[in-house]
């Protein structure tokens, strides 16, 4: 009896944190035989909507297109809740399709961050590199998840897992947890199984990996020319310790392979996505495909072919950042490849049946005297408690992510204006605003002061601009480099300069950078990697 009671509870612990049990694939099942090819098509599909309302466009995209889901961008949310408009896209979806939506974001945290107001804005994935505390990374997801469904949003495009092992690389950088693959694992697991204990789904990004380029898959294709071994060692090691966490969703990345005779975006590859991502690693959850209409995809075929040839390696959804261009075209090439046999009804069928069987499972819907509704989130008592320590936990985490990048100590830079004071040069209003705040520079001019720091926002400012200002300076007694986004260019240009860094923009890095000026706490004095011995 014992045995017995074990295993059910057993089976409901891992129905509740995995993807691959399908504990609701028969309703599901039952739900896609009665689906029209329209709205099979459609539930394979995450596509923008074009307004921080629902207008007339907003109202046709929905009815023409039948979509699975909707992806917002900041433009969505300007002048405008989060709340009401994913209320009211979900009203919408029950009116003209009859299945509720993933709404999804992209709210990485740092410098990736479409919510600007209504939930914590804490540090991105670099910062929390630098704490590296699975624990408080796991419940800041949590909190962040908690945060997320309260606004309406069901998905999150994160964690980023990518091993950022190059430092030339345009696109991840800081977005990243850092250049070692054990630590993007490690944290990587951690948010993963916050934010989807909080029933927000998380969606693991790039795979196989996009770390290791200098190029951007939204401008061009990336190529990396590794062996499958040095991938399996490196690039892997954070998807695999997301698919032991339990993650729902990977997203693909738009890059080539040579070395392998991947030649194609890995989101076409059936090797990766199949031999690799199904098979090897096991992973039965969904793969959802990066932006189609990216030029690392959209400058080798059309946006048609890049669809079915996504499907047929094995991705189950696409996501088209626009909501009109490009969006009919690959509906149509899909019924054309069903038309053709190059895609079969069943697998269409299998695809939109774990698409709803997630949706079913995260509470996004539900069954009730046998019609299907839109369950609306309801935070538990615990959750809505968490939620208080949500400004505590920013303060530490962007705080703990402070680091001092030079051969001198911070000591010289501490500003106290009465012996040392500090004029800034900076492009970034609010970070002035803070400083001022926080009484770092001060409004009268201190230009006859003898002991006088010059601090740059050097993140506002670009290489050449930065050269050229640098060049210009008057005779300071010290100079200081904040950097709040990618440090890399800044240490590979002027890694002789005392540098300040937080990692990230949010106004609480901005506030703890202004702190650490003050001499109010110590910053960490070493990162593994930024490279060179700084102390």
Do not use: W
Not at 517 to 532: A, D, N, Q, T, Y
């Amino acid at each position: 009896m014992y045995m017995k009671i074990f295993c059910t509870l057993l089976i409901s612990i891992i129905s509740f944190m995995g993807c691959s049990c399908g504990k609701y694939y028969s309703e599901a099942k039952q739900i896609v035989d009665d689906l029209n090819m329209e709205s099979l098509l459609g539930q394979m599909l995450i596509i923008a909507v074009p307004s921080n309302k629902i207008d007339e466009k907003t109202i046709t995209i929905i009815k023409n297109y039948r979509p699975g889901g909707v992806i917002l961008f900041g433009y969505n949310l300007n002048n405008g809740s989060c709340k009401s408009l994913a209320h009211d896209l979900q009203k919408l979806a029950m009116e003209s399709i009859g299945i509720p939506l993933f709404i999804s974001i992209d709210q990485e945290g740092g410098r990736v961050k479409r919510i600007q107001s209504g939930i914590t804005q804490f540090p991105g994935n670099f910062a929390l590199g630098v704490v590296n505390d699975p624990s408080k990374t796991y419940t800041m997801a949590q909190i962040l998840g908690i945060q997320l469904r309260l606004s309406g949003i069901n998905m999150n495009y994160g964690p980023v897992v990518d091993v950022n092992n190059n430092p030339d690389n345009p696109v991840i950088n800081i977005r990243s947890f850092g250049c070692e693959p054990a630590l993007c694992a490690s944290l990587g697991g951690a948010y993963i199984e916050g934010l989807q204990n909080s029933r927000c789904i998380a969606v693991a990004k790039h795979f196989p990996g996009h770390g290791d380029t200098y190029q951007d898959s939204h401008l061009t294709l990336p190529v990396i020319y590794k062996s499958l071994s040095q991938l399996e060692n490196v690039e892997f090691v954070p998807f695999k310790q997301a698919i032991d966490a339990g993650v729902e969703c990977i997203m693909t990345a738009h890059i080539a392979f040579p070395r392998l005779g991947i030649n194609i975006p890995a989101t076409m590859s059936s090797f990766f996505l199949n031999d690799i991502l199904r098979k090897s690693l096991k992973f039965k959850g969904l793969i959802i495909t990066d932006d189609l209409e990216m030029k690392g995809i959209s400058g080798i075929q059309s946006y048609g072919n890049a669809a079915v040839n996504s499907i047929k390696a094995g991705a189950d959804i696409l996501l088209i950042s626009s909501y009109d261009n490009h969006v009919q075209e690959i509906i149509d090439s899909l019924k054309n490849a069903l038309a053709n046999g190059d895609i079969s009804v069943e697998l269409i069928k299998s695809k939109a049946t774990k698409i709803l069987e997630l949706k079913l499972r995260y509470n996004i819907m539900q069954i009730k005297d046998g019609k299907l509704l839109l369950k609306n989130y309801e935070p538990e008592p615990d959750d809505l408690k968490l939620l208080q320590q949500a400004d505590a936990l920013n303060t530490e985490l962007s705080q703990s992510s402070i680091v001092f990048y030079s051969k001198n100590t911070i000591h010289d830079f501490v500003i106290d204006n009465r012996n040392t004071y500090a004029e800034v040069t900076s492009k970034n209003t609010n970070l002035i605003s803070i400083l001022k705040k926080e009484n770092v520079i001060m409004d009268f001019s201190v230009s006859n002061k003898k002991n006088k720091i010059l601090l740059i926002d050097a993140s506002s400012y670009s290489i050449t601009e930065l050269h050229i200002l640098l060049k210009s300076l008057q005779s300071y007694n010290k100079v200081l480099l904040l950097i709040t986004g990618n440090p890399y260019p800044y240490i590979k240009h002027f890694g002789n300069y005392s540098m300040l860094m937080s990692f990230s923009d949010t106004d609480e890095s901005l506030r703890q950078l202004a702190l650490c000026l003050k001499g109010v706490f110590e910053p960490k004095i070493s990162h593994p990697c930024l490279p060179g011995n700084t102390q």
